[in-house]
C-alpha cells in the first residue's frame, strides 16, 4: 500500500515539475521570439538607412510596443513558474497527507499557470495593435 502510495506521489510531483518546465521554457521563447522581431527590423532599417538612430526613429513606437509585448510574456512566466513552484510543493505535500485532496490541489496548480497564459494573452493584444 506505501508503495503504490508513494509511486502516486511521484507520478504527481514529475507532473508538477514538467508543467513548472514547460512555462517557463515557452514564456522564454515567446519573449525572444518577440524581441528577435525588434532587432530584425531595427537591423532592417539601419541597412536601410545607414544609422542605427535612424532604425530607432523609424520604428517609433512601435519599438515599445514590442518590448512591452516581450515583458508581458516574460514577467508572467517568471510569475507563473514562482507560483506554480510553491502550489505544487504545497499540493503534493498537502496530497501525501490526504490523497482525496488531488482534485483540489491540480485546480490551484492551474490557477497558478494561467498567469503566463493570461500574459501571452496580453502580448497578442499589444502586438495586434502595433
Do not use: K, Q, W
Not at 92 to 99: D, F, L, Q
Amino acid at each position: 500500500m506505501d508503495t503504490e502510495r508513494e509511486r502516486r506521489l511521484g507520478r504527481l510531483l514529475e507532473i508538477a515539475l514538467r508543467r513548472i518546465r514547460l512555462v517557463n521554457r515557452y514564456g522564454v521563447i515567446a519573449a525572444a521570439f518577440v524581441v528577435a522581431i525588434v532587432m530584425a527590423r531595427a537591423a532592417a532599417a539601419a541597412a536601410e538607412s545607414g544609422s542605427a538612430d535612424a532604425a530607432i526613429a523609424s520604428l517609433g513606437g512601435r519599438a515599445a510596443g514590442f518590448v512591452a509585448a516581450a515583458l508581458a510574456v516574460g514577467i508572467s512566466c517568471i510569475g507563473a513558474g514562482y507560483a506554480v513552484a510553491h502550489v505544487g510543493a504545497a499540493s503534493v505535500g498537502a496530497m501525501s497527507e490526504r490523497p482525496e485532496l488531488s482534485g483540489r490541489a491540480l485546480i490551484f496548480v492551474g490557477l497558478a499557470e494561467g498567469i503566463a497564459i493570461y500574459g501571452l494573452i496580453v502580448s497578442v493584444m499589444i502586438l495586434g495593435r502595433l
